[in-house]
């Protein structure tokens, strides 16, 4: 995408949901637009709606985490088939409150990638027809890609860190 359509296609939101974009940008030609959590539902309707954009596709949703550990976030992938054109909206939120609207009423197939999201970070959907783990045991209280605990088992005595480069 070029930085012409990507000012375009971010008029356009502003235009049609005032306030609702919080950065956008460019990276390696994809198209990134980070939208305020209260307007993500109102945006990807558009996105997908209105007939300019015409986003009828949802190649991919997920979860991250932001760097600083405080901030839990959802990502969309959406994609034009007719005119070929990809974007990438995000949003982010206090890891304290992981709450968003689901998407499963614009794309039927964001049930799945949800119920993941779920599943992995915690991120609850409002909305979303079942929102249930999928791949871990129910009784798990904890939500995997989260950086809440060691990536190594800090008890250990057998390993030297300088072999590590540490």
Do not use: C
């Not at 974009?21 to 980070?34: C, Q, S, W």
């Amino acid at each position: 995408m070029s930085q012409d359509l990507l000012n375009k296609l971010t008029e356009s939101i502003n235009q049609n949901i005032s306030g609702a974009i919080e950065k956008a940008e460019l990276p390696y030609d994809f198209a990134t637009i980070t939208i305020h959590k209260e307007h993500i539902h109102e945006v990807l309707e558009f996105l997908k709606n209105d007939k300019n954009w015409n986003f009828h596709f949802l190649t991919d949703l997920t979860g991250f985490q932001t760097a600083d550990e405080k901030q839990l976030g959802v990502v969309y992938h959406l994609h034009n088939m007719m005119t070929n054109i990809r974007v990438r909206i995000k949003t982010h939120f206090d890891i304290n409150k992981p709450e968003i609207p689901t998407a499963t009423n614009l794309w039927p197939g964001a049930n799945w990638m949800e119920r993941e999201t779920f599943d992995f970070y915690g991120i609850k959907f409002k909305g979303h027809p079942n929102l249930k783990r999928i791949l871990n045991v129910d009784e798990m209280d904890i939500f995997p890609l989260r950086k809440e605990y060691p990536l190594e088992d800090q008890q250990r005595e057998d390993k030297d860190n300088k072999m590590f480069g540490r």
